[in-house]
């Protein structure tokens, strides 16, 4: 009997704690949640989204070699086969240059259309590849630039036939890698205790040690061209306008919750949305100085691993089991 008075005590204890926590979040909630749901045919994991230049036709993708596809701007989404033998691939990366696009998975698949996905064609990859390809970026008719999750980037002009490395060493096992609009790169390392960045021209990866006893989590490009930073505990942190080289103090948008935040994106130069375990969402209306809640998404029981802006008025965040969210419209700081 005493074992399960202390047991009920225990019990007691954690949800006066988690009440508490949920007590104390100050962050404000947005006025009005632009987020809608669209229910997808799958509960795999989704890893990546791309639109031809047909804003109302585009893709999907991810694990379990799960295949979507929209045709009225992503209301709604039909699976597409794919035959790829027995193998379990996981889907990691799509891109479209116009009617060219571009897939990659693991282990080692490289998928290629010119006709906006009505056929796809799989182009053999050299068994010497180092690692598995983790994104692909369509750069326009016949190129592509591909990275491997060792941090390897290559380089093709001929659709695929050939690719030309464009770093002499692989980074090493990633966490994740960024690309910015002109062809510079950041990754961070598989334990998060480092990250490296590389741009064109550059024969290796220029590494930085972490700048806080947290691990990194993701990062990726500013507007401005310098590089924002999640990190464990849900810090987040960008560098200084001014001077690239120099990160700006360390902020955490909720000190009450330890959901990790896994993406950062900008809808405008001013506008930041951070996503995050547990349907965490966060919106920033000024460029990071202060933060606001989503907490209609709250709901959404999933975690939303990527923040994906087409344009100012386009945007998806995708996540576990099937999980999409839709950007609905613009919305007022609070």
């Known amino acids: 009997m005493r074992s399960l008075f202390q ?8 949800l006066a704690v988690v009440f508490l926590c949920l007590a ?18 799958t509960d795999a994991n989704l890893m990546d989204i791309a639109f031809t230049d047909n804003p109302m036709h585009g893709w999907l993708v991810g694990s379990r070699a799960t295949l979507l596809e929209t045709t009225d701007g992503g209301e709604t ?3 597409r086969e794919l035959d790829l033998g027995d193998k379990k691939y996981r889907l990691n990366s799509v891109s479209f240059s116009g009617e060219e696009g571009w897939i990659v998975g693991e282990p080692a698949l490289l ?25 692909i970026v369509a750069l326009g008719p016949q190129s592509a630039e591909m990275t491997t999750d060792v941090g390897a980037i290559y380089k093709t002009t001929d659709a695929g036939q050939n690719w030309k ?24 390392s598989a334990n998060g205790s480092f990250y490296s960045t590389w741009e064109p021209g550059q024969d290796a990866w220029v590494p930085y040690n972490r700048n806080s006893s947290r691990r990194v989590q993701n990062m990726g490009f500013t ?19 001014q001077d690239p080289q120099k990160w700006l103090e360390a902020e955490y948008p909720e000190m009450s919750t330890s ?25 920033s209306f000024d460029g ?10 709250e709901d959404v029981p999933s975690n939303l691993y990527k923040v994906v802006f087409l344009s100012p008025e386009k945007g998806f965040i995708i996540g576990q089991r099937g999980t999409l969210l839709k950007y609905e419209g613009a919305v007022d700081a609070a």
């Open 7 to 14: 047991s009920w005590q225990r019990v007691a204890a954690l």
């Open 24 to 41: 104390c979040s100050k962050v404000p909630a947005i006025s009005q949640n632009p987020w809608q749901v669209v229910s997808t045919p």
């Open 77 to 79: 989404w039909q699976a």
């Open 111 to 135: 998928l290629h259309t010119d006709d906006e996905g009505k056929t796809w064609s799989r182009i053999p990859l050299s068994e010497k590849l180092p690692g598995s390809p983790n994104t």
């Open 165 to 188: 490395a464009l770093v002499q060493q692989a980074f090493g096992v990633l966490r994740n890698i960024s690309r910015s609009p002109d062809g510079k790169y950041v990754a961070v």
């Open 223 to 241: 507007k401005d061209g310098g590089l924002w930073m999640l990190a464990r505990g849900g810090q987040v942190q960008f560098t200084d306008p």
């Open 259 to 283: 959901w990790g935040l896994l993406d950062l994106a900008y809808r405008t130069p001013s506008e930041i949305w951070v996503a995050g375990g547990s349907g965490n969402l966060l919106c």
């Open 288 to 297: 990071g100085k202060t933060w606001q809640k989503d907490r209609d998404v």
